[in-house]
């Protein structure tokens, strides 16, 4: 009796739950790496990088 909608259940959630599965990390991966992307290309040597630390803590008092 309820056969058909059990198969309907199945193929619905297996599919979702694979892309979410390989989708998922994917997308955490892809924003990391975007992010420290930036930071990079930010602070390209250590003086302006130390001087960005510097000027972040003077503005914490």
Known sequence: MF???LDAGVAVVFPL??????????????LIDTESDGEESEHRD????????????RDRR
Do not use: K, N
């Open 3 to 5: 056969q058909p909608l």
């Open 17 to 30: 739950f694979f892309v979410l599965a390989i989708g998922g990390p994917l997308l955490l991966w892809w």
């Open 46 to 57: 250590w003086s302006s990088a130390e001087r960005a630390a510097r000027c972040d803590t």
